[in-house]
Every structure is written in C-alpha cells, then in structure tokens.
C-alpha cells in the first residue's frame, strides 16, 4: 500500500503535465524538449590546495548518486579516504530495516569520532552509539545514531567532507569534518516533490556456497519488505527582502518477520519510518546585513521484537530537532556573524512495562509450545541529548592576508531515565487450586503464578558538560608561497582540561603547474557523556513468594527480597581528552584536460577511551545486611591508533560528460574496536593469555600486533565515476564502480590445539577477499510543460548482482546477502 500511495503522489502531481480535457487550448503543450542546462557536476570538488583536505559534493551531484533511500552518507563513498562497514552486505532483516545513516570512518577514525553538522549546527552524539547485541535489552536502548539528527538527501544544497589538513575553525574529532548544508530559499517561487519505492520482488538476494552447503537444500524465505520515500519542497519569495523555504517528507520501511515454529511459525510485521520537517526564512534587514532562521524536525522510530515471545514490540527512537537564528553582516572589508543554535537527539525506546515468563505447564500458555512462554517486555526508556550554542565569527583582510576569529560557548545535557519500576516475573506453579489476591498481575487463578520477579528500579541519570572553544587563523600569499597558520582552543568542563591544537597548511606553487601542500596539525575530539550515566544505573533486586495450602486453595504469599546487587558500573577519572597528530602533503597538476591530486596522510590518535582498568567497591547487600564486592570500571585513556593513508585522484569534465577516478592504500592499526565505544584495550583484554599459532605456543598479544584493523579499514579503495547528459538533458546519468581490496587478518578459528596437556585456542590468517560493485542511476524527463517538468528515476545498486564480501559471516537462518536492487521513482518540479 505504501507503494501505491507514494507512486500516487509523485503521478498526481505530475498530472498537471499531461490533463487534457474539453478546454484544452488554454492548457500549455506537453513536450519533452529539455532546456539549455548547466552540465552534470563532477562526483566532488576539491580544488583549493590551502584545503588540500576538503572535497565538496554539491547538489546535482547529490542528485545523481543519492541511492534511493536519500543517504547522503552514502555518496561519500566516492573519496578515497571514506571507509564503511564491510557488513553493508548483509540482507538480515534487521539491516534492511534499519533507516540510520550509514556509518564511515574518515582517514583512520572511529566511525563516532567524526564531527556532523546541519546548517553549522552540530548533531554528534556524546553517548554509547554502538549497536547493541541485543536491541531487547532490559536497560539499553538501540536507535542512536553517531550522526544523530539526519535529513532527507533532497533537502541538501552539498556535503563537504574534510579528511585531513583541517583548518582550526573546525574541532571535536580524531576522524574527519563532516558538513551538510541544505538549501536556502529561492528567490523565485518554486515546488518540487518527489516518490519512490522498492521491494524485496526487485531486489535479487544471494547466499555463499558454503552456506548453501549447510543448509542442504532447504533455503528459509528471503526477506520480506517493502521501502517507500516521499519528499516535496516548495520556495515562497515574500518580497524581494524576504524569502520561505517549506519542505518535508517520510521514508518508511515494513518488514516481514516470523515467529518461532514454539509460537506458531505465524507472520508478523515492524516498520521503521523517518519523518522530515523543515522550516527556513532568510530576511535582507539591509544591504550589508542578513537574518536567516531555521528549525528541522527528524524524528526516527524503528520497531523491533524478538520472535519467541508475544507482545514484545519495542519501538526505538532515533533522530530529533535542530534550529538556528543567524545575523550575518559586514563591516567595511570584514565579515561578521552571530549565531545561537539549539539542537535536541532523543535515542529511548517505548516497550510494553511487564515481562512474563510462563511455564507452558500452564493452561494460560495455551499460544506457545516451548517449555517457557514469554510475553511483554522491559518497559520505557527515556533518553536524549539537548545541545545549546552561540557562535561569533569575524574575517578581515589584514596585511595582506586574510585573518578569521571565532569564539563558542556551548552547552550539553544528556539524560537517560526509566519513568516507572519495571518487572520480569518467571518460575511457574501451576496448580488448579491457586487463588489470587486483587491486583496480582502474575497470578491466574485456578491455574498458575509466578513466584520469581526481578525489579528493575525507576531512575533519573543525567550529565552536562560546559564548552568553550576558539581560534585565530591568518592566511598570506606572498609570490609562490601561501601559509595558513592557526590554532584552537578547546576546554570541556567534564574533563575539565585545556587543549591547544595548532594548525599549519603552506602551499608552494612549483615549476610545471605542479602545487604542493605540507601540513602539520593536531585535533582533539570530544569528552563522552555515556559513562557518566551508566555510573548512576540502579543495582539489581529479586524478590520471590512461597504458596501454602489452606482450607484446599493454594494461597500465594507475601513477597520479600531474595537477593540485591549492585551492578558493575562504569566512571571516568582524570581523563584526557583522545587527540590525532597528523602529517600531509598533497601535489596537484593539471593533467590530460584534467586535474590530478596525489594525497598522503599520516596520523597517531593517542589516548582514545577503554575500559579494563577495574576496581573493587563495597556495597551493604539489604538482604542481609552485610558488605559485599563488586567492580567498578573506570575510563581510561589507552586507546591508541596509527593510520597511513596515500591516494590518487583525476577528475575531468568532457561537454556534458563528467569523469572521475581515485584510488587509495591505507593502512589501520589500533589496540580498540568496533564493537563498543569502551573496548578494553587489547592490553587489558588479552594480557598474557597464550595461544597456538602457526605450529607453536605464542604470545596472543604478539600474534595479533601485526593485524590491522578489520572493519572499516579496507586496505585498497578505488572508485570510478562518470555522469552524462544525453539528448540534451532528457536523460540523466550516472555510473560508478567500488573496488575494495582483500586483506589478510588473523582471526580465532573456533578450534584448539592440546600442547603438554594445555589446551590453547588456534588463531590463523583468515582471508578477505576483494569485491568490485557497480551502480547505476538514470533519470529521464517523461514531461514538459510551462507548469515544470516530470521526470522518472532508477536507481540500481550491485549493477551486476555480485555476492557481497562481509566480515560477518552468513547465518543458516539468515543466510542472505544483498545482491542486485532497484529504486524506481518520479520527481516532479516547477
């Protein structure tokens, strides 16, 4: 249905092009004449040498290599230095459905340690973003974001991307600089919408051979969706001093999951839907002075359940609001500009508030055949991140150069709380001759009660931390010779530390139109609020009941306190605050009609957060009264990463033709991880722990310290790009090419090797292997009148329908991987 609906959209409003009725002569003519056109853009601009880090994706481009879910994220795949998951190829049903932007690490970092930004409005979050194992987790919630407020790709005016030999305007990472602009209203009034869809019936699914192997013939049903996006915009000039840009959309994704064969085999269906809201008005107060305003609203709800239960729908949250009011000016020569910003991420979940546990012993338990049969879950969870700032900026010329100031102050409250008392109740008696007090939720009369619950305590956690940063940057040209000279100042009141990062860029214009750039700097990322709140998570409480016969009924007793914990909780002391020295150089030089850049980048990231260094607390346990144990886990700074990257890259545009080539080798290495934002370090994970290798007894530690990193660092990147107008702009097209190389990385195998009668676990060199993937976008104008033009899109991503290489393997229950897929769809614009 959501198909239909949004097809209708997209066809309704490109009706206008094609009515006719009895009064045709007063309509316009429908043709497909397409009109005089700018030529397609190349895949990025990266032509400043100061900025030989910086790579520019404007909007047309965005336009023709935005896959069909509007990601923008997913466009950076063309630069050299953007890495992703290697698991993007992987067809669980939980993948599919998940509509959060794509996850990249830039130039070595982590893939949360980028800096995002909307409209210069910062969206990172300071919390736990890594997914969870379990999104059913009784205290975690799993719809965060690094990134975490996104807008729909049609909103975007570009996407600039900074890798490396960033200036000192821009802080708060250790990866790289990620800015998304989105448009601003038009001058002349203007609408557009926008539909499409796809579906598991045009999407081709694969399994590896040795997964088809296990699975013996019986392949389980491929994944069942359905994913649609609507978008429109429309431009309101006032007058000619005041300006509107109104503009909103939905994509929503519906899956098909199953139940248990214990619970009936029976299908069921979640959804995961991302609203888009956007408000902009730009007013000339005077010629030399501008007052723009904006507000974005991004709400993101994903709905999830595990299948051996009932009632068990949580709906994650994701997303949230950013806003801005902005006072641009100039002074003589300078230019100036006032901003306050407000931006709130929401990441809780809403779950049923009660989980039972029920024996199918248990006449009640009439809808499950497994031995327990579970329904319910484990309650709300709030949680969200508010963002306060003001920003003042000043550029002046200044003895011949150019000099630029900033001062922010910024303000960061994170909160996470359980509104209510949450209860998991389980252990069955069944008995016909049970009796129920008033209100005894766990308790069915004349047939079972519970006699088992764990509490889950209300709580209300919440951490803050003041921001204040600035920096002063002056750039000279003097003959050959450009210098680019800054430094940042950064202090966090959290950490409470002062952070100095100075910032060089030189450029020298050589002999043959060869440009080379030198750059020295430092960059610091962000304190992290996750540890602050997990330290104020509640202990953990049982209580259980006895029952006794009297007068023929079983009567439940009282319940009392069986057992108390505190968890193991997590807190930061003396921190530093994790920061990336870097050394670059870049050569640039026309070359064959076009411009050719080889790049290198060489960073250590010292003092990256782990967990591992643990200590022994003392708490009085209220069963009984006593002192007991349990470990706290404090941050630490151990974390280290050492990354070299070197790079190739030639763009050229032909007529109406664009063409771009690149390539890069990099290699990561790192004592952390990907699979929690905390990891121990591998010093404190493995310690002296010994394993069987390669016929003998060694070191773990020194097994694995030549591997690099195994996601999100593929050694070997190389991407081919080329976009075209034909016949004179009716058709639109784009086609790219991803090569990722294979790579070597030593892995536990699973098995164990007895040497002198201790048994040590084999780790050997495991083999990646390399993948190429096409894609393919075409859009052609179907439509044209003096109303605006109608065009229809495809969208195809794995062109040649090649089995994705993932670094998680395959399940036999899940055992599909995303071969070739189609995006249809249709735009309409006046």
């Not at 949004?6 to 009064?23: I, Y």
């Not at 389980?220 to 005041?242: A, F, H, T, W």
Request: proline residues 4%; charged residues 20%.
């Amino acid at each position: 249905m959501m198909t239909t609906a949004a097809m209708a959209v997209a066809l309704g409003a490109a009706g206008q092009a094609w009515s006719q009725d009895e009064k045709a002569e007063r309509l316009p003519k429908v043709s497909i004449e397409a009109t005089a056109a700018a030529p397609p853009a190349g895949a990025y601009e990266a032509n400043d040498p100061v900025d030989s880090g910086t790579s520019k994706i404007t909007r047309r481009a965005i336009e023709d290599r935005s896959p069909g879910t509007g990601d923008v994220i997913e466009t950076l795949k063309i630069l050299p230095f953007a890495n992703f998951d290697s698991d993007q190829g992987l067809a669980t049903q939980e993948s599919i459905q998940d509509m959060r932007p794509a996850k990249v690490s830039i130039s070595g970092g982590q893939f949360y340690d980028n800096y995002f930004s909307i409209d210069g409005v910062g969206v990172n979050s300071r919390l736990d973003v890594v997914d969870i194992g379990n999104p059913q987790d009784y205290n975690e919630a799993a719809g965060g974001s690094a990134q975490s407020i996104w807008l729909d790709s049609n909103l975007l005016e570009s996407v600039t991307v900074r890798d490396s030999n960033v200036s000192a305007r821009y802080g708060g990472f250790t990866g790289g600089v990620v800015q998304i602009e989105t448009r601003q209203p038009a001058r002349v009034f203007g609408a557009q919408v926008t539909a499409g869809c796809s579906n598991d019936s045009l999407t081709s699914f694969k399994i590896p051979g040795v997964v088809r192997d296990a699975l013996n013939g019986v392949e389980p049903e491929p994944p069942n969706y359905e994913k649609c996006r609507v978008s429109g915009s429309v431009d309101l000039p006032i007058n000619d001093q005041v300006r509107v840009l109104l503009a909103g959309g939905r994509q929503q994704t519906d899956m098909t999951y199953y139940r248990h064969a214990n619970y009936g085999g029976t299908p069921f269906g979640l959804k995961s839907r991302t609203d888009n809201a956007m408000a902009k008005v730009e007013v000339d107060l005077a010629p030399d002075l501008t007052l723009r305003g904006q507000v974005a609203y991004s709400p993101y709800t994903s709905e999830n359940s595990a299948n051996n239960s009932r009632n068990a729908v949580m709906t994650q949250k994701g997303g949230g609001l950013t806003s801005k009011i902005e006072l641009l000016g100039k002074r003589g020569d300078a230019d100036w500009s006032l901003t306050a910003t407000y931006a709130k991420a929401r990441s809780g979940r809403e779950a049923p508030g009660t989980l039972f546990t029920w024996s199918s012993t248990a006449a009640y338990a009439n809808w499950c055949s497994s031995t327990n049969c579970v329904e319910g879950s484990f309650g709300d969870l709030d949680q969200w991140q508010e963002d306060i700032g003001l920003q003042a900026r000043w550029n002046q010329p200044l003895l011949g150069g150019d000099v630029r100031l900033g001062l922010d102050y910024g303000h960061v409250e994170a909160r996470k709380r359980r509104p209510v008392d949450n209860y998991a109740y389980r252990t069955t008696v069944a008995d016909s001759r049970i009796v129920c007090s008033q209100g005894d939720v766990a308790c069915i009369a004349g047939d079972a009660a519970l006699t088992v619950y764990s509490l889950y305590k209300a709580y209300d956690a919440s951490a803050e931390v003041d921001t204040v940063t600035a920096f002063a940057e002056y750039e000279v040209s003097r003959g050959p010779l450009t210098v680019r000279a800054g430094v940042r100042y950064d202090h966090e009141s959290l950490i409470s530390k002062h952070n100095f990062a100075p910032r060089l860029s030189v450029v020298y214009e050589m002999p043959w139109e060869v440009t080379a750039t030198v750059g020295a700097n430092r960059y610091y990322s962000r304190d992290f609020l996750g540890y602050a709140i997990k330290s104020q998570y509640p202990g953990n409480y049982v209580y259980n009941r006895t029952s006794s016969i009297v007068n023929g009924q079983r009567v439940m007793g009282a319940w009392t306190l069986s057992s108390h914990s505190v968890s193991a909780g997590i807190a930061g002391s003396g921190l530093a605050i994790p920061y990336s020295d870097e050394l670059t150089f870049a050569l640039s030089k026309p070359l064959f009609g076009g411009v050719a850049r080889l790049k290198g980048v060489a960073r250590e990231t010292r003092d990256q957060f782990t967990a591992g260094v643990e200590e022994v607390q003392n708490y009085i346990r209220e069963t009984n009264g006593q002192t007991y144990t349990y470990r706290t886990t404090y941050l630490g700074n151990d974390g280290e990463t050492s990354y070299r990257g070197l790079s190739a890259e030639w763009t050229r545009g032909v007529g109406r033709h664009t063409f771009s080539l690149n390539g890069s080798w990099s290699k990561t290495e790192d004592n952390m991880g990907d699979n929690t934002l905390v990891v121990p370090s591998d010093e404190a994970e493995y310690g002296d722990e010994m394993v069987y290798y390669k016929g003998e007894v060694r070191s773990l530690l020194g097994v694995i310290a030549t591997n690099q990193r195994l996601n999100y660092a593929a050694p070997g990147l190389a991407n081919a790009d080329w976009s075209a107008d034909w016949w004179k702009g009716r058709i639109r097209t784009n086609l790219n090419a991803r090569w990722r190389s294979g790579y070597d990385q030593i892995e536990e195998t699973g098995a164990t090797q007895t040497v002198g009668g201790v048994r040590y676990a084999v780790w050997d060199v495991i083999r990646y292997k390399a993948q190429t993937t096409f894609n393919a976008n075409v859009s052609a104008l179907v439509a044209k009148t003096a109303y605006g033009e109608a065009r229809l899109d495809l969208r195809v991503t794995n062109l040649f329908d090649t089995l994705p290489q993932t670094v998680t393997a395959s399940s036999t229950s899940q055992p599909y991987r995303m071969g070739r897929s189609f995006w249809v769809g249709m735009s309409y614009k006046f």
